[in-house]
């Protein structure tokens, strides 16, 4: 392998861990408080609040359910409005935050979802409010199972931003869909699906170990 | 407000819960008056609707009819920032203890302050003043997962109490815990009671609770007070069914009741204050009048220094036996009554 090869690999390995920290950075601030609106407006939530809570599931649904190939190319107008371009790196970031903050939101509910009714009751009846709850309860308790849904979060935008290579956007999926796709040069589509793997092991390791080590329920 | 009188007034109080399947009355008029520096307890079966009372009081639970006053004030013409106000003078502690899992004890116990805005050193130094308290000075550092259910309590107890409450509500806060267990939280309890001047209101379904601790009970049953009293004066002489089937049924209602033998004969119930307890009554009687009775079912316990207690005796058929027997019992000033 080449100096001009290594390079390459290098630039576009970058290009994906930079598309998929950024838009699950960006993610998870919209996500989160999805999340936490989906819970708190429940039925049997502390706010409880129907027309929100329908509207917004609704709403998350309907961009859940497109496929992520089609969303790429109906957002296009929208991302080159908001980073100006519609090609390389950049231009995949806005997509991939449609496409995963719906998502992200979901896994949250769901984390949320595990916290004892019991521990929410008590903070009502030392008098919390229910941004305390959310802020002082649910959200800490709920730590380790959040951590263990963006191990499962993170690793969805990685296998996103690979299809960038679609629109332009660079990347490792870029490069196996111009060299393998387009040229039938399998040995280097090869290599760049096999640091996508380890990529996605490196992610998906750290963020359990992080969710094991911070949490504090079974350690005796 | 002066010891005695009452910290919180339960005034026509119901709750009726709207279903899909239609209304659950939960609650339907009741009446409590609930004493400054009392144990209170509360009893009745699951599902007879102490949980729901419990949870009027701090307004967990709105009520839909009656009122709910704490210190004078009601509940309902509050604020929801008033009630908050008014929850922080009530601890409360549950059957599942309810710690949080993520923080550890000493954090468990500032999480309170941490809500009325008190924290720093403060806020350590109270919290470490009642993990002495509750006994578990040097377990600071570890978390819930780590403790006993007992422990669990303890630390539920050091941190109902952080913010100085008026009253601390125990939602069946022995009920997951094993006999000796719950011995020694009561006697905790008793201690924050009577060391602290904290009013203690206690929902159980173990009238052994009552028993241990409470100065006043009310029995609840089908969503109504069917009695309340002094424990002394319940004990000695239930009005109610529901009364005498939690008495009898050895402090636990879940066990079956005892059917007392022949049902054709004459039974009678005698109870033993601290006094007679420790008399041997029934040698006394039986060489007194001559003659013998049949011991059906006894139970004493120690409450106090104060052994308490209660048994039921066979009478014989002979009329005059039977009066010879009620009499000398009369005469010795002990108390019973006839049961079926």
């Known amino acids: 392998m080449d100096a001009s090869s290594i390079s390459m690999y290098l630039e576009e390995t970058w290009a994906t861990i930079y598309m998929t920290l950024i838009s699950s950075a960006i993610s998870y601030m919209i996500g989160i408080p999805l999340g936490v609106i989906l819970v708190v407006t429940d039925k049997d939530g502390i706010a409880p609040c129907r027309p929100v809570h329908t509207v917004l599931g609704v709403f998350i649904n309907i961009f859940r359910s497109i496929p992520f190939l089609i969303l790429l190319v ?40 595990e916290v004892n009714a019991g521990v929410i009751e008590a903070a009502k009846s030392m008098g919390a409010t229910n941004w305390q709850i959310i802020y002082k309860v649910l959200l800490p308790e709920a730590r380790p199972s959040l951590l263990v849904g963006a191990a499962i979060c993170i690793t ?41 793997v380890i990529l996605v092991q490196i992610i998906q390791e750290f963020w359990m170990r992080l969710a094991r080590a911070t949490d504090k329920r079974a350690r005796n | 407000m002066a010891k ?24 339907d008029d009741i009446n409590l008056d609930i004493k400054e520096g009392s144990i209170q307890g509360i009893i009745g079966l699951s599902g007879a609707g102490k949980s729901t009372l419990v949870r009027c009081i701090n307004y967990l639970e709105v009520p839909t009819s009656g009122q709910v006053l704490f210190e004078g004030q009601s509940l309902g013409d509050m604020t929801d920032a008033e009630v908050r106000e008014a929850r922080k003078k009530m601890g409360m502690i549950f059957q599942q203890f309810n710690l949080l899992d993520q923080r550890n004890l000493l954090k468990n116990v500032t999480f309170p302050l941490e809500i009325s805005g008190i924290s720093g050193k403060i806020a350590k130094d109270r919290a470490m003043e009642l993990l002495r308290l509750v006994g578990l000075e040097d377990r600071v550092k570890n978390y819930p997962a780590q403790l006993s259910g007992g422990q669990k309590q303890r630390v539920a107890i050091a941190r109902a109490l952080a913010t100085n409450p008026k009253v601390l509500l125990c939602d069946e806060a022995t009920s997951a815990l094993d006999p000796k267990t719950t011995a020694q939280i009561l006697d905790l309890l008793k201690k924050i009671n009577k060391e602290l001047g904290v009013t203690v209101i206690v929902i159980t379904h173990q009238m052994s609770v009552i028993e241990a601790i409470c100065d006043s009970v009310a029995i609840i049953d089908h969503s109504h007070i069917a009695e309340s009293g002094p424990v002394s004066e319940i004990f000695a002489n239930p009005k109610t069914d529901i009364g005498r089937k939690l008495i009898l049924g050895n402090g636990d209602i879940n066990e079956t009741p005892i059917t007392f033998g022949d049902s054709t004969k004459k039974k009678i119930r005698i109870v033993f204050d601290g006094l007679s307890a420790y008399k041997p009554v029934i040698s006394e009687m039986t060489l007194a009048c001559k003659v013998p009775v049949n011991i059906l079912f006894a139970n004493t316990r120690e409450v106090e220094g104060k052994a308490v207690g209660q048994m039921v ?11 010879q027997i009620t009499g000398y019992l009369r005469d010795n000033e002990i108390t019973f009554e006839e049961v079926r």
Not at chain 1, 75 to 96: D, E, N, Y
Not at chain 1, 167 to 177: C, E, K, M
Request: charge should be negative; glycine fraction near 10%; aromatic fraction near 8%.
């Open chain 1, 156 to 196: 969805t935008i990685l296998s996103y931003s690979a299809m960038a290579g679609f629109v332009g956007g660079g990347g490792l999926g870029a490069i196996a869909l111009n060299y393998g796709y387009y040229r039938y040069q399998t040995d280097i589509m090869m290599i760049s699906v096999i640091i996508l």
């Open chain 1, 74 to 113: 109906m957002v296009l107008p929208i991302t080159k409005f908001m980073v100006h371009t519609t090609l390389g790196p950049k231009a995949i970031i806005p997509p991939l935050i449609f496409a995963s903050a719906p998502y992200i939101g979901r896994m949250v509910e769901s984390s949320l979802k």
């Open chain 2, 4 to 27: 005695g009188d009452n910290i919180v007034r339960l005034v026509h109080m119901g709750k009726t819960f709207h279903t899909d399947s239609g209304d659950v009355k939960a609650l």
């Open chain 2, 313 to 323: 005796v066979e009478l014989p058929d002979d009329h005059t036996e039977a009066d």
